[in-house]
């Protein structure tokens, strides 16, 4: 279930009946197995009611609409990023940008941070940086990050201490200066 703006909605794979990692052929099974349970032309008793007809055809639509997006690898790739970007929204205290950012160099690894209201940090390096499709790199005293093909994308950082998050919004390209403490 997935909560959005204090309503549940059941994701695709619910609505199937197959957990999120389940293969294509696992998930092509319960498809066919749900799609004629609620198929309006294999409804056993035909006098039913039209309020239970109409449910019925909307639990086909529903289960039609489920095996349309996690049926298709591609479109159930990018389901699969929207189920974990609002899973993470539940959890996000505020939005920054890389210029809300303090950026350290310590040698083989740059740092960027932010602080967090409980007083510790925010945190991600370079490597990490890396993990997520962006490449960071130093140019005199600024670091320049790009994202893979320069589209915009974004990163969840937990704080070092409590249980908050931000999720840090990385815009294509960028240019920070580095912040240098001797």
């Known amino acids: 279930m997935i909560s959005s703006s204090n309503l549940f909605h059941k994701t695709h794979y619910e609505i199937l009946g197959v957990k ?8 092509r099974k319960a498809y066919r197995s749900a799609i004629l349970c609620f198929h ?3 409804q056993q ?10 449910l019925t055809e909307n639990k086909f639509l529903e289960i039609q609409r489920a095996w349309e997006t996690i049926g298709n690898p591609r ?15 539940a ?9 809300d950012l303090t ?6 690894i740059i740092e960027l941070s932010y602080p967090c209201r409980c007083g510790d940090y925010y945190f991600i390096d370079s490597f990490e940086l890396a993990d997520t499709g962006c490449s ?8 320049s990050l790009l994202t893979s093909k320069s589209l915009p994308t974004s990163v969840v950082l ?16 960028s240019r920070l200066p580095i912040d240098v403490h001797l």
Do not use: F, H, W
Not at 103 to 108: A, R
């Open 75 to 89: 479109s159930r790739a990018l389901y699969d990023a929207e189920l974990l970007t609002l899973r993470q929204d």
């Open 40 to 42: 309006p032309d294999k």
């Open 91 to 99: 959890a996000i205290s505020e939005d920054v940008s890389l210029d």
């Open 158 to 173: 937990p704080c070092g201490s409590c249980s908050l998050k931000v999720r840090l919004l990385i815009n294509g390209d």
């Open 20 to 27: 999120e990692d389940a293969n294509l052929e696992e998930v």
């Open 45 to 54: 008793n035909a006098s039913e009611t039209s309020n239970s007809e109409c």
């Open 136 to 143: 960071i790199s130093r140019e005199g005293e600024m670091v």
């Open 103 to 108: 950026v350290q160099d310590s040698g083989d």
